[in-house]
């Protein structure tokens, strides 16, 4: 067991290791198990290839978003990224006046925008803040005060989605 412990990093999930010191055994395996399943399935879903019809553009700003180790919120550099219909991207962003990373995810599936899924929790694995499609995305319309709990957990970011 210590093995899989050590050879599993939290941080891959978002935890911080104080947090998974926190869990039970059977929660660490249970969590790795969930983690695997929504991995293989996004690498599945990531090798379809859909021809979409719609396009969208996404802005990301202010607020903050959680980065390695995992322990507190951070500034990052504004974010602005294209998504064809049905198709997910991983999106870096960058501590403002830093150097950590971390990946957001998102997808533009069903005619909705998900954001930060989770990484182990298989009821949050499409994203943990959906958008549905609306007619103000044809001149850009601006989400504000979003706040996510999935893998990065932003905090109250202004989302700007356009219709292409």
């Given at each position: 067991?210590l093995l899989?412990?050590c ?15 926190s ?6 395996q249970q969590?790795i198990?969930d ?7 996004q ?10 019809v ?5 802005s ?13 919120w ?13 198709i997910?991207?991983?999106i870096p ?10 990946n ?21 694995n ?7 499609q ?6 850009g319309?601006?989400?504000?005060g ?17 219709d292409?």
């Amino acid at each position: 067991m210590l093995l899989v412990g050590c050879a599993f990093s939290p941080q891959k999930l978002g935890i911080s290791e104080q947090e998974w010191l926190s869990y039970s055994d059977d929660q660490r395996q249970q969590i790795i198990a969930d983690y695997k399943k929504i991995s293989l399935d996004q690498q599945q879903e990531n090798k379809r290839l859909f021809l979409g019809v719609g396009r969208i553009t996404v802005s990301i700003s202010g607020g903050e978003a959680m980065m390695p180790p995992f322990v507190d919120w951070s500034e990052y550099q504004p974010v602005s990224f294209d998504l064809a219909d049905n198709i997910c991207g991983e999106i870096p962003l960058q501590q403002k006046d830093g150097e950590n990373t971390v990946n957001l995810r998102a997808c533009y599936k069903n005619k909705a925008l998900f954001l930060d899924p989770s990484r182990y929790d298989l009821e949050k694995n499409n994203g943990t803040v959906s958008i549905p499609q609306s007619p103000l995305w044809q001149q850009g319309f601006e989400y504000k005060g979003i706040s996510t709990s999935g893998h990065v957990r932003l905090r109250n970011a202004t989302v700007k989605i356009n219709d292409s």
